[in-house]
C-alpha cells in the first residue's frame, strides 16, 4: 500500500497571501495525484487531476505540481471561500488507492 | 448526480446495504466508488467496482466484510457492509471517476451516514 503523507496538517494563511501544500508518497506513483478540498458539512470537491491540471471550473489561483513522489499544491492568494480542508490521493495502478491525511487551511 | 442512502444506527456485528443511484450520465460506462469519512476524520477509500461489475477491489480494512456490486439496468451502485465494527463508523460517499479506466473523482455525492453502536 503506497502511504500518503501531508505536510504541514494545519496551515494557518491571511487572505490574499500565498499557501503551499506538500504531498509524498511512499513509492512512485507517477503523476497519478489528484487534490481535493472538502468545506465543514461538504462533500470533497477535485481541484487538480494528473498532479497539475485544473478541474472543471477550478480558479486558475490553484496550481499543481510535482511528480514521482513528491507533489505540491499551491494556491497564489487565498480567498475567504479558500479555507478548508486540502488532501490528496494517489490512483496510481489499481485499487484501493489512498489519500493523505489532509491538511487543514486556516485564518491567521 | 450521485444520491447515497441506506445509513442507519446498526448494532456491533450486524449488517447494512447502502445504495447510490447515479443520474444525468452513461452510468454503465465508468468504474464507481466508495469513499468513507470518520466523524472528525479524514478520507479513507473503502472500494471500487469496474463499469462492467466484474472486477472489484477492497481496502485491507474492509477486505472480507463488505461488497461491492452494481445493477447497471437500474443505475445504481450497492455496498453491502457486514460484521460491522464501531471503527465502520462513517459517512459514506459515493463517487465516480473522471473519465474511464480507474482515474480520479470528480462527483461525489452527499453521503450518507452509518453509526455502529450498541
Known amino acids: 500500500e503506497v502511504l500518503m503523507t501531508q505536510s504541514p496538517d494545519t496551515l494557518s494563511v491571511s487572505p490574499g497571501e500565498r499557501a503551499t501544500l506538500s504531498c509524498r508518497a511512499s513509492q512512485s506513483v507517477g503523476r497519478h495525484l489528484a487534490w481535493y478540498h472538502q468545506k465543514p458539512g461538504q462533500a470533497p470537491r477535485l481541484l487538480i487531476y494528473e498532479a497539475s491540471t485544473r478541474a472543471t471550473g477550478i480558479p486558475a489561483r490553484f496550481s499543481g505540481s510535482g511528480s514521482g513522489t513528491e507533489f505540491t499544491l499551491t494556491i497564489s492568494s487565498l480567498q475567504s471561500e479558500d479555507f478548508a480542508v486540502y488532501y490528496c490521493?494517489?490512483?496510481?495502478?489499481?485499487?484501493?488507492?489512498?489519500f493523505g491525511q489532509g491538511t487543514t487551511v486556516d485564518i491567521k | 448526480q450521485l444520491v447515497e442512502s441506506g445509513g442507519d444506527l446498526v448494532q456491533p456485528g450486524g449488517s447494512l446495504r447502502l445504495s447510490c443511484s447515479a443520474s444525468g450520465y452513461t452510468f454503465s460506462a465508468y468504474a464507481m466508488h466508495w469513499v468513507r469519512q470518520a466523524p472528525g476524520k479524514g478520507l479513507e477509500y473503502v472500494s471500487g467496482?469496474?463499469?462492467?461489475?466484474?472486477?472489484?477491489y477492497y481496502a485491507d480494512s474492509v477486505n472480507g466484510r463488505f461488497t461491492i456490486f452494481r445493477d447497471n439496468s437500474k443505475n445504481t451502485l450497492s455496498l453491502q457492509l457486514s460484521s460491522l465494527n464501531t471503527d465502520d463508523t462513517a459517512i459514506y460517499y459515493c463517487?465516480?471517476?473522471?473519465?474511464?479506466?480507474?482515474?480520479?473523482?470528480?462527483?461525489w455525492g452527499q453521503g450518507t451516514l452509518v453509526t455502529v453502536s450498541s
Open positions: 490521493q494517489h490512483y496510481n495502478n489499481n485499487p484501493p488507492w489512498t
Open positions: 467496482i469496474s463499469d462492467d461489475g466484474t472486477r472489484t
Open positions: 463517487v465516480k471517476e473522471r473519465i474511464r479506466g480507474w482515474y480520479d473523482f470528480d462527483c
